[in-house]
T-cell receptor, first 113, second 113 residues
Framework: AQKITQTQPGMFVQEKEAVTLDCTYDTSDQSYGLFWYKQPSSGEMIFLIY??????QNATEGRYSLNFQKARKSANLVISASQLGDSAMYFCANEGRDDKIIFGKGTRLHILP | DAGVTQSPTHLIKTRGQQVTLRCSPK?????VSWYQQALGQGPQFIFQ???????QRGNFPDRFSGHQFPNYSSELNVNALLLGDSALYLC????????????FGSGTQLSVL
């Protein structure tokens, strides 16, 4: 069964600093996908970045990058030059062969001015 | 281009009642997935619909049922409501077989009293 672990319930970061949100996953599938979503207080889940298990390069989307370490089963999200609008809940998720997407419990990120 | 729309945004019911939540997918998407997000938790997968059939199901009782219509819109029905059903219910749409970028709606906040 798939499992996502996010060990940081909350983080406080100074504006303009880089921040790393941790995510480890457990899956027996050989082929899988990893996602990060942002959920502001409005409730909508906003897609940030996707990494396929066979992708050789780490995924990047603007200020977001995914530090994929397959052997360690980790998929940390790095946000460069954080902004006040980055304050939100962040969820790591895993999609396995059965196409079910399983989410972690999330990390609440607070960006301080 | 309309994104995923859900209705209603908020709903209050009492124990034992039945509820129907509605979702219209993003234009061009043919697959709808439903998630339950309890307070302080990550979204939990309920089920997924494609071609008007339930394709995948998470660990939810039969009180949770759904439907997909020919125009790809979907309904989530919950019978015999329990207090523990209080949560944010999120709908997500995608192309069948391509979950790289799930698009989520803003959700329906259900409160069961």
């Amino acid at each position: 069964a798939q499992k996502i672990t996010q060990t940081q319930p909350g983080m406080f970061v100074q504006e303009k600093e880089a921040v790393t949100l941790d995510c480890t996953y457990d899956t027996s599938d050989q082929s899988y996908g990893l996602f990060w979503y942002k959920q502001p207080s409005s409730g909508e889940m906003i897609f940030l970045i996707y990494q396929g298990s066979y992708d050789e390069q780490n995924a990047t989307e603007g200020r977001y990058s995914l530090n994929f370490q397959k052997a360690r089963k980790s998929a940390n999200l790095v946000i460069s030059a954080s902004q006040l609008g980055d304050s939100a809940m962040y969820f790591c998720a895993n999609e396995g062969r059965d196409d079910k997407i399983i989410f972690g419990k999330g990390t609440r990120l607070h960006i301080l001015p | 281009d309309a994104g995923v729309t859900q209705s209603p945004t908020h709903l209050i019911k009492t124990r034992g009642q039945q509820v129907t939540l509605r979702c219209s997918p993003k234009s061009g998407h043919d697959t709808v997935s439903w998630y339950q997000q309890a307070l302080g938790q990550g979204p939990q997968f309920i089920f997924q619909y494609y071609e008007e059939e339930e394709r995948q199901r998470g660990n939810f009782p039969d009180r949770f049922s759904g439907h997909q219509f020919p125009n790809y819109s979907s309904e989530l029905n919950v019978n015999a409501l329990l207090l523990g059903d209080s949560a944010l219910y999120l709908c997500a749409s995608s192309f069948w077989g391509n979950d790289e970028k799930l698009f989520f709606g803003s959700g329906t906040q259900l409160s069961v009293l």
